[in-house]
């Protein structure tokens, strides 16, 4: 028997997102993305339609913005102060910035207004408001080890990580210290 996409299992999709008619983003099944299912890894409208289903299962979901990147909510738009910025002067309106806060997390802005005393930021995902389009295949389905339900991720996700950090060698080794 096939085995499906319930808790804890790893799916591997290939999938075409479409917003407003235009594709946003594209992955092929030779590249297909493997999620650890029910660890929240994937938007809640793609993954409550993916549950159930098996390698070779293709479909199509419309997930409202409540289930996707939410709403677009103007509580998101702040205005910092432009002494926060150690390159002020190469900020444009449309640029893709990131910013840390005093807990380290890192937030994704759009850079809408540059003024000479602050910079207004939208905190809004790009998708946030949008209506998407999933074009869905599910390309493999395997169970998932005790260390990726620990972890809440597909190891090949940790293994992505290690390839793009190519100057620490020896990152694997530190982390099992």
């Avoid at 029910?38 to 409540?66: C, H, R, T, W, Y």
């Amino acid at each position: 028997m096939a085995l499906k996409l319930t808790q804890d299992m790893v799916g591997a999709i290939a999938y075409t997102l479409t917003v407003d008619g235009e594709v946003v983003e594209e992955i092929a099944s030779d590249e297909a993305i493997e999620y650890l299912h029910g660890a929240e890894n994937l938007i809640p409208g793609l993954e409550k339609a993916l549950e159930g289903k098996q390698a070779g299962d293709k479909f199509s979901v419309m997930v409202q913005p409540a289930d996707g990147y939410g709403d677009y909510t103007e509580d998101d738009i702040e205005d910092v102060p432009l002494s926060e910025f150690d390159e002020a002067d190469e900020l444009e309106v449309g640029m893709e910035i990131e910013m840390v806060d005093d807990e380290g997390d890192v937030f994704e802005a759009i850079v809408l207004e540059v003024t000479d005393k602050t910079v207004k930021l939208d905190f809004n995902s790009p998708l946030a408001g949008k209506v998407l389009h999933y074009d869905v295949e599910v390309v493999n389905v395997r169970e998932s080890t005790e260390d990726e339900v620990g972890m809440g991720i597909p190891m090949s996700l940790i293994d992505d990580f290690d390839d793009e950090d190519e100057d620490d060698d020896d990152y694997d080794d530190e982390d099992e210290k």
